[in-house]
């Protein structure tokens, strides 16, 4: 019996294999746990093993290589078309390991522990903030049903907060009050929390070589940088900067029929995360445009000139994300635009 390809359909405890031949005949089928299965592919010779890129397959991919199998991640999305029939685990593992073997197929990296350390320490944080909105919510809710009016913004909610809490006058009641004071008090936590992140983040993003050179562009900082090494790492899965940007999102969709061309708003596929980083950062870059060099500036403000805010801060999104492949890819350190007049000049 020999064995080409593999696929594993992965569960938190039991996971199925379906094992096809060279011919792509289903030759094993078997159902493991995770030592059973790491035990069973410790002594085969196969050409190559597909999962996807689901909870626990990151370890399970490095527990695999060391093996010496090579072993590659897919995002889900791309397997379900191979599936032939209803569902269940083996058909599931059975469209893995066709979908594997594809030669246009795409893969997901298999991420160090130091990549998933700081995508987990990003996903922590990022729960956290959202946490703290809903706190601050809630106190400007609870405060608007006495007549209260908060400003929005974290900042007027935290310097309003204190002086209500200490008004004798504003009616509030006593149980009210020491409600206010618990979420005051869980506010702050969360901001401690908050902080301690940024920090942890700020440091790794100075130790990182690569994190280095990705602050230089505009836009982009100690959190950006390090969401985007823990991601991708050295960008190396995607041919060119628009294949990257077209992962997160950030190029229009496209519904094509007949000849005629239909392209509708960005396909905000792939990381949210990331894509979010890269929208609040051009929005950062847009409000200080006259600071840019003079190529960015002059770029976004022929852009905007044309087009609403929104849609100049999603192409600067995309541009920055062309630029951040570049920057990892080749490892080089980022170079401002130049004015058109100024590359005209030099080349004469």
């Given amino acids: 019996m020999e064995i080409d390809i593999i696929?594993?359909?992965?569960?938190?405890?039991?996971?199925?294999?379906?094992g096809l031949n060279a011919r792509g005949e289903v030759v094993v089928r078997r159902k493991f746990s995770r030592t059973q299965l790491l035990r069973f592919t410790a002594n085969l010779c196969v050409r190559l093993i597909g999962m996807e890129a689901c909870g626990g397959s990151h370890f399970l991919g490095r527990s695999l290589?060391?093996?010496?199998?090579?072993?590659?991640?897919?995002?889900?999305?791309?397997?379900?078309?191979?599936?032939?029939?209803?569902?269940?685990?083996y058909i599931?593992?059975?469209?893995?390991?066709?979908?594997?073997?594809?030669?246009?197929?795409?893969?997901?990296?298999?991420?160090?522990?130091?990549?998933?350390?700081?995508?987990?320490?990003?996903?922590?944080?990022?729960?956290?903030?959202?946490?703290?909105?809903?706190?601050?919510?809630?106190?400007?809710?609870?405060?608007?049903?006495?007549?209260?009016?908060?400003?929005?913004?974290?900042?007027?909610?935290?310097?309003?907060?204190?002086?209500?809490?200490?008004?004798p006058d504003n009616g509030l009641s006593g149980p009210l009050r020491m409600l206010l004071a618990q979420l005051q008090s869980e506010l702050r936590q969360l901001q401690s929390q908050i902080d301690e992140a940024d920090a942890l983040i700020a440091k790794a993003a100075s130790e990182h070589e690569a994190c280095r050179r990705l602050m230089a562009i505009p836009g982009v900082g100690p959190l950006t940088a390090t969401a985007v090494v823990a991601s991708i790492g050295?960008?190396?899965?995607?041919?060119?900067?628009?294949?990257?940007?077209?992962?997160?999102?950030?190029?229009?969709?496209?519904?094509?029929?007949?000849?005629?061309?239909?392209?509708?708003?960005?396909?905000?596929?792939?990381?949210?995360?990331?894509?979010?980083?890269?929208?609040?950062?051009?929005?950062?870059?847009?409000?200080?445009?006259?600071?840019?060099?003079?190529?960015?500036?002059?770029?976004?403000g022929q852009l905007a000139s044309r087009a609403h805010t929104n849609i100049v801060a999603v192409a600067l999104a995309n541009k920055m994300a062309r630029i951040v492949w570049a920057v990892l890819s080749k490892g080089e350190a980022y170079r401002p635009p130049l004015l058109a007049a100024s590359v005209n000049a030099t080349a004469c």
Wanted: charged residues 25%; positive net charge.
């Fill in 65 to 89: 290589g060391k093996q010496g199998h090579e072993v590659r991640l897919m995002p889900a999305q791309y397997v379900k078309p191979y599936v032939k029939t209803n569902k269940n685990d």
């Fill in 234 to 300: 050295s960008g190396a899965e995607f041919r060119k900067g628009r294949s990257f940007a077209a992962g997160l999102g950030l190029v229009p969709e496209q519904h094509s029929t007949g000849g005629k061309q239909k392209l509708l708003g960005i396909s905000k596929r792939g990381n949210s995360y990331l894509r979010r980083l890269l929208v609040h950062g051009a929005r950062a870059v847009l409000q200080c445009r006259e600071k840019q060099s003079p190529g960015l500036s002059a770029w976004l």
């Fill in 7 to 18: 696929g594993i359909d992965l569960g938190k405890t039991v996971f199925h294999l379906v």
């Fill in 92 to 167: 599931d593992a059975e469209a893995i390991a066709e979908a594997v073997g594809r030669p246009q197929m795409r893969f997901v990296p298999i991420k160090s522990d130091e990549q998933l350390d700081m995508q987990s320490l990003h996903r922590v944080r990022d729960r956290w903030v959202a946490r703290r909105t809903s706190v601050i919510n809630q106190i400007r809710g609870l405060l608007l049903e006495r007549g209260i009016t908060i400003r929005k913004g974290r900042r007027h909610a935290e310097a309003s907060l204190p002086g209500t809490l200490e008004d």
